[in-house]
Every structure is written in C-alpha cells, then in structure tokens.
C-alpha cells in the first residue's frame, strides 16, 4: 500500500532520511490521541497525550530527565546550543561536525551569532581530547560531540571515550551537547545499551526520522529545567506545534524499530566487503561501524558528480559529500538483494577506469 522506494526503482543509498512509514506506523497516526501540544496543562507539560507518551518514553530510554519533541534534528541542535552559549560566546566542536556545516544559523552574526571554535579529532572522528586544552577561554560555553560521527564514516564513540571526553569539559565546568543523530546505530555497533553512551552527556538529540524510519521528528533530552527552557526557545523559533500527536505517534512506533537498527550496520557491512578495492581509483575511508561507507576518489579523471552521475543511470543513488567524496547510507528499506545489485554496479564503474 505505502511505496517503499521512488516511482523509478533505483537503490537510492543518498541518505537514511529516505525511510518511509510502514503500514502500522501510518494506522498508529490514525488512531493517535490529540491535544493542543502548544498549549501547557497545569502539569507543564502539552496538552497533547500521544506527544507526552513520547517525551516520556524517549527520556527513559536515555536516561534524561526530560525529553522535548521538535520537528527536526537541526532544530533540536539549534535549541541546545541558544540555551548554553549566548550571542558572542564559543561552541567548541570539530570543523566537519553536521553542527558546524548544517545549523549554519547559529553561527552566523546576522542570525545567533555565536563563535565557533575547533578542537581536533582523527581520521575516525574521535576527538584528541588534549586538544580540548587549546580552545579553553573565558568566552568558551559548551562543547559538542557526534555520534555516530556522519562526516567521518558513521563511526561511533564508546561509553569510555565519552566519558573521558565529558571528564575533560567537566574540568573546564563546561556542558557537553551530543548530536546524536544516529546514537542507536553506535549503541547497536558497540552492543551497549544507549544510555550507557550517553550517560555523561548534558544534553543529548537524537533524530526519528533516519533509520528509525519516522517520517518527521526528533527528541531533545535533558534535565527538568533544561527541557523547560527548550520548550521556550522552540516556541520563539516557532516550533511549537498544535495537534502534533499525529507525528508523534509515528515517533513512538518508530522507537520500537531500535531494535532493527544493527541490520542496517551489518547490511552496509556486507555492501562494504563486497566493494573492491579499485587500486588508485577508490578507496573506502573509514572501517565500516555502522550503515554508513565514505568512498574516496583518487583518481585525476574522476569527479564525485562524475560518478554520482553515472551510477544513478545504472540505478543507484549516492550522495555527493565533496568533489572527491561520495557516502552510501544504508536504511532499513534496502534489501539484502538490493545491497548485492549496489555492489555489482559500483564493482562495475570502477573496473572500467582501471
Ligand atoms: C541528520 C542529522 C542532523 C539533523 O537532522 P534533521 O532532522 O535532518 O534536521 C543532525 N546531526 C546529524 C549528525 C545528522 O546526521
């Protein structure tokens, strides 16, 4: 009855965004219970039950107080990050962070306006957390983490490496904000539950709508006190939402997809392994964690539009990341078969530069 992929049946690997709602998440929509999520009972909470069940559920599941439904991942950051730093204040996180190249707002003057200020991180995305030494300021307010790490090849941070990074802004008596988009493929790779990973985090967002497969929506978890001021903030950015129910249902079924998740991981996995390695032409950056793969082009001849190009005539989508980089994200649409035809016809473009 939904249609699972686009009218022209290409494997389209651009991103994990492209999960449609399934049949029981669309009849869950139907019978939603609404209210007025805009409108504050005297409890503080919106006056729509199918939102609250949400908020609450996501909170348990990461161990926050308090959770906040908004209509996206970048609102979500967007939120965090007014909350801690004010306007001419430092958000120290990595250059290639979605934070620092998506929610461009927050750093612009003529939008929030606040400074951001880079620590390192290596090839895989951990952060060097000596680094952290370098950017500490007066002026510095929060510091942010990924996880998993999108620009870096959707590798993950363990509970450790988290924590040791928290240590160290907690040294500094500065907050930690994890984008945590995809927080359930890490805590699938590393077989942890996802509280552990986000234990020592201040704040964290996680996103719905990726390989979840809601079709909009993601949760800011946090403190009591916290959640009060994003509520505030999302209404100032009009983000407030009325009978919100309706999305909000899909969310709480999306949840139960959690579960699902490490299928996507090992089918990227298996794609992976089944990429040659097309010697001076590509070469796949990261080891592959999760239901992402970066593939580098080395090649003079060979642009990523170039490639991006031909493969879509050959009837696989790709995503574009940089002249000389493309990213293949697994969901949980794409078949085992599919991931078979996807590797034929990667193996397939290649060969034919060698
Ligand atoms: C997708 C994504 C976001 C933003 O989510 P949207 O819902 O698309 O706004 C934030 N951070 C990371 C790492 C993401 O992959």
Do not use: W
Not at 68 to 88: P, Q, V, W
Not at 180 to 200: D, E, H, S
Not at 269 to 283: C, D, K, T, Y
């Amino acid at each position: 009855m939904y249609q699972q992929r686009g009218v022209d049946n290409l494997i389209d690997l651009r991103s994990d965004t492209l999960t449609k709602p399934n049949t029981q998440m669309m009849s869950a929509i139907t019978s939603a219970e609404l209210g007025d999520d805009g409108r504050l009972g005297l409890d503080g909470k919106g006056e729509d039950p199918t939102v609250n069940e949400l908020e609450m559920k996501a909170a348990r599941l990461v161990g926050k107080e308090d959770a906040l439904f908004c209509n996206s991942g970048t609102m979500a950051n967007i939120i965090a990050l007014l909350i801690f730093a004010n306007r001419g204040e430092a958000i120290g996180l990595d250059a290639s962070s979605h934070i620092f190249q998506s929610e461009k707002a927050i750093f612009k003057k003529e939008y929030f306006g606040r400074r951001a200020v880079f620590y390192e991180s290596d090839e895989i995305g951990k952060p060097l957390i000596e680094s952290i030494d370098n950017i500490s300021s007066k002026t510095l307010a929060l510091l942010c983490i990924e996880n998993t790490f999108s620009m870096k090849g959707g590798t993950s941070l363990s509970a450790k490496e988290t924590f040791l990074f928290c240590e160290k802004a907690a040294s500094y008596h500065l907050p930690v904000h994890l984008d945590g988009a995809r927080i359930f493929n890490a805590a699938a790779y590393l077989n942890q539950p996802v509280k552990n990973l986000v234990q020592p985090v201040t704040t964290i967002q996680f996103c719905l709508s990726k390989g979840l497969g809601a079709p909009v929506g993601s949760m800011l978890c946090g403190s009591s006190k916290f959640i009060k001021q994003a509520r505030k903030v999302r209404k100032l950015l009009g983000g407030g939402m009325r009978q919100a129910g309706v999305i909000a249902a899909a969310g709480i079924e999306a949840l139960n997809n959690i579960k699902n998740v490490h299928n996507d991981n090992e089918k990227a996995l298996l794609l992976a392994n089944q990429i040659r390695h097309h010697n001076g032409i590509m070469f796949m950056m990261n080891k592959v964690e999760t239901n992402i793969i970066v593939l580098d082009l080395l090649s003079n001849n060979l642009t990523s539009h170039e490639v991006e190009k031909e493969l879509a005539i050959k009837g696989l989508r790709v995503k574009v990341t940089s002249v000389k980089q493309i990213r293949l994200t697994i969901y949980k649409d794409i078949t085992r078969k599919d991931i078979n035809t996807a590797a034929n016809i990667i193996n397939a473009f290649f060969e034919k530069y060698i």
